[in-house]
């Protein structure tokens, strides 16, 4: 029986790669595997403004592309584009503090939310309106976000999907999971945990 593709898990885990304490490190900002650590995709950074996610084969799978107006004090807007360079999602954060909510829009316009649940918390919920301010309140994944080196400060997100999420919602959830990241630790490493 085939290995489900990634966009059909329910569980994805990001994480930065392990690496050495001593030697620069060059491979990719992030890899996306299974819960058992079978590593599925790469996010492999271009520039400052684009990054590719690939299968560990090379098969292309999305693009991201980052936009901001004025600096680190405006909005922040990722596009996501699939095979055939059509746009496939959005993921837009606002605010001093933009780890706080990321809008999301799937190709086929469907709003979404990924909303921190307090402002110190290491969990997000995805809903499809706003849990605190609207009258849904149903929780569609989770993610959470651990330390799993200390001394680099490598971080690991586990995302935790409904098996409801269509496969077009599961990849604008997936590929803002990467924008959280980058977010929170541009590449450049000059960051600090939000």
């Known amino acids: 029986m085939p290995q489900?593709?990634?966009?059909e898990l329910e569980t994805v885990v990001v994480a930065q790669p392990k690496r050495s304490r001593w030697r620069r490190y060059g491979g990719p900002?992030?890899?996306?595997s299974t819960v058992e650590g079978e590593r599925l995709a790469h996010v492999?950074?271009?520039?400052?403004?684009?990054w590719l996610i690939t299968k560990t084969s090379g098969e292309?799978?999305?693009?991201?592309?980052?936009?901001?107006?004025?600096?680190p004090f405006g909005a922040v807007r990722f596009h996501f584009t699939g095979t055939g360079?059509?746009?496939?999602g959005t993921a837009a954060a606002q605010g001093l503090v933009k780890t706080?909510?990321?809008?999301?829009?799937t190709g086929q316009k469907r709003p979404l939310l990924l909303i921190r649940r307090g402002g110190l918390s290491s969990e997000w919920h995805l809903a499809r309106t706003d849990p605190q301010r609207g009258p849904e309140r149903e929780i569609l994944a989770r993610v959470t976000v651990s330390t799993i080196d200390a001394w680099l400060?490598?971080?690991?997100?586990?995302?935790?999907?409904?098996?409801?999420?269509?496969?077009?919602?599961?990849?604008?959830?997936?590929?803002?999971?990467?924008?959280l990241h980058l977010l929170r630790r541009p590449p450049a490493g000059n960051a600090t945990p939000a």
């Open 85 to 88: 360079n059509e746009q496939v």
């Open 60 to 71: 292309f799978i999305a693009g991201i592309t980052k936009r901001s107006r004025f600096g």
């Open 100 to 105: 706080r909510q990321l809008s999301l829009q």
């Open 29 to 32: 900002v992030l890899t996306l």
């Open 44 to 50: 492999t950074h271009i520039d400052d403004s684009h």
């Open 4 to 7: 489900p593709g990634l966009f």
């Open 153 to 179: 400060g490598l971080q690991q997100y586990a995302l935790d999907m409904a098996p409801r999420l269509e496969a077009c919602e599961r990849r604008a959830v997936v590929a803002s999971v990467v924008c």
